[in-house]
């Protein structure tokens, strides 16, 4: 009797304790916060970018995601769908909310997360991460490496020496959630009792991000970013997800804070402007502020004459240049300032400190107890006008490829250069594939004129192709050369199939590179390296002296459907 007595009061002390720290949990709110407002003369907005919607896998619509921004008073929301551009028509003001609509592409280096597109383009972007890198430089917008330590390896972004002035995500909404493990279990348990409370027991911290950041900064101008991942959608089964967490709630974690030099005005143009320009130069930092709110955050560098830069800014080296890091923050934080990714100082809630050189500064404010800085800045780069164009020139874009050495055209080599039109029956394309002055300067071409079918039941794989299936040896060469314009931007796949006994497609193996066309006459050169393959049977590389067919084909990987247009390809041939 007595060990049963004894064990119903233990049972009653773990409950009273239990409801204690639910009741713990129900009334934490953020923590207060000390300090002045800053004056250094900057607006302030914030929002949330890197958010799927139903136009991809997220849980809800693009309206739900744009109700969510303005329940929690956002001032700007980025909806980035994978691999398309779909809510573009939604981009602009919906009362105080600026919707920006960008992508997340999938690449076989990782995910890049592009914003600030001008327009949905006709075309698909390849996969191949540098084509993809110009594809958002040239439709006006810029990118970040997505998730870059998932603990997916699927995920995980490979592609650091990646060419173009690229930034990166330092911390990912959904690689936290992935990394939470049981932490993750106890979140959903806490939710319904203060869902702040329980996200921010998901988070980890990001030094894995931050050490490679400060990597890629020694070299060049690197710009950091949060993506929240939100797709208030959690998998249960292949066919039952629930909606979990909420938008409101992600919305509600971390935050991008942008500064800029005039307020929002509600001019859409204007505010679109201003936002994607300090999120491209990284005038911006980022607040964990479900934990205390960061809109009053200051991180300045002043001179000697009353200069004054901040967050994205470049600083020409000079004497007597100081910082100024602090504002409205958490009592109890600690502000940290970093050069080079070694911190110099720090001090409790606010620090003013002279640089002691050139280098690349960076600020973060931590709250004691919590794994996730409360904010992590971006830099400012301190140095003289050689360092800043050697920094310029590791941000830059490839150059073209040299001119070969010797290129032959196909015609000129044994076999038939002949082309035949093929494509499925819900496409179309005009049979007669020779213009006889369609080339430049009048020349003869190949013509591609075409309009790609929509994927049905019946016909899921839709496609209009050039197709030459001369067997050749083509070990002598490094790559084709042709010359193409198109009345459109489209993107056209170039394929060469060389022989692979293992291979479900009668024997041959598909390599693929893809080509991006424009209105005006470009030369290609495809070095035969570039192609890869999607095959499950890959023999591991292409043949080129085991050539079987070479392949001009517009699919839904490369065109939407229902595009219709005609592209000119002359001169085809090899170089060495």
């Known amino acids: 009797m007595k060990r049963g007595r004894l064990g119903g009061l233990l049972v009653l002390v773990a409950l009273v304790l239990l409801g204690g720290w639910a009741a713990h949990v129900a009334r934490w709110e953020p923590l207060p916060l000390v300090g002045e407002k800053p004056g250094d003369g900057y607006a302030r907005a914030v929002g949330v970018v890197h958010v799927h919607t139903t136009l991809s896998d997220g849980g809800g619509t693009p309206e739900e995601v744009i109700a969510a921004a303005r329940a929690v008073g956002l001032d700007f929301v980025g909806i980035t769908d994978h691999n398309n551009v779909d809510a573009k028509p939604l981009e602009g003001r919906h009362d105080e909310v600026l919707v920006l609509v960008g992508t997340e592409i999938s690449t076989v280096e990782g995910h890049l997360l592009a914003l600030g597109l001008d327009e949905d383009p006709v075309y698909r972007f390849s996969r191949s991460g540098l084509e993809d890198l110009e594809d958002v430089r040239d439709l006006g917008g810029f990118s970040f490496a997505a998730h870059p330590f998932s603990s997916r390896s699927d995920l995980r972004w490979t592609g650091w020496d990646l060419p173009g002035p ?69 998998p249960i089964t292949r066919s039952w997800a629930v909606r979990f967490p909420s938008y409101e709630a992600l919305f509600s974690l971390l935050r991008s804070h942008v500064l800029l030099d005039r307020s929002l005005s509600g001019d859409e143009d204007a505010d679109r402007a201003a936002v994607l320009d300090a999120l491209r130069t990284g005038r911006s930092y980022i607040g964990l502020d479900a934990l205390a709110p960061a809109d009053g955050f200051t991180f300045t560098v002043h001179g000697g004459g009353g200069e004054q830069w901040t967050m994205g800014e470049r600083v020409p080296f000079q004497e007597g240049l100081h910082a100024r890091v602090g504002g409205r923050v958490p009592r109890g934080a600690r502000v940290l300032l970093f050069r080079d990714g070694s911190l110099v100082r720090q001090q409790s809630l606010s620090l003013e400190a002279p640089l002691p050189g050139p280098g690349v500064y960076r600020a973060e404010v931590r709250v004691p107890g919590w794994p996730v800085p409360w904010v992590i800045s971006n830099a400012v780069a301190v140095f003289d006008e050689a360092t800043f164009a050697a920094r310029d020139e590791a941000a830059a874009w490839p150059e073209p490829p040299p001119a070969p050495e010797e290129v032959l055209g196909l015609a000129t080599l044994p076999g038939s250069s002949a082309f035949g039109a093929e494509f499925d029956p819900t496409s179309w394309m005009d049979t007669d594939v020779l213009d006889p002055t369609g080339g430049p300067e009048d020349t003869p071409a190949l013509k591609l004129a075409f309009r790609l079918g929509a994927p049905t039941l019946e016909q899921p794989f839709t496609w209009c192709a050039l197709v030459n299936r001369q067997e050749r040896d083509l070990a002598a060469y490094r790559g084709l050369r042709f010359r193409v314009r198109a009345d459109g931007v489209y993107r056209v796949w170039v394929q060469v199939r060389d022989a692979n006994p293992d291979s479900a497609d009668d024997g041959e193996e598909w390599w693929m590179a893809s080509v991006r066309t424009s209105r005006d006459w470009q030369q290609v050169l495809l070095p035969f390296s570039r192609f890869r393959t999607i095959n499950e049977r890959t023999d591991g590389r292409l043949d080129p002296d085991q050539t079987r067919a070479l392949v001009f084909v517009l699919d839904h990987a490369a065109v939407k459907p229902g595009t219709e247009g005609t592209i000119w390809i002359a001169g085809l041939g090899v170089y060495r």
């Open 166 to 234: 690229w930034g990166m995500e330092l911390i990912n909404g959904d690689s936290e959630w992935r990394r939470a493990g049981l932490r993750g279990l106890s979140a959903m348990a806490l939710y319904a009792l203060n869902s702040r409370w329980a996200l921010l027991q998901g988070l980890n911290s990001p030094h894995a991000a931050l050490d490679r950041w400060d990597e890629l900064l020694a070299q060049r101008d690197v710009v950091g970013l949060y993506g929240a991942d939100a797709h208030s959608r959690l």
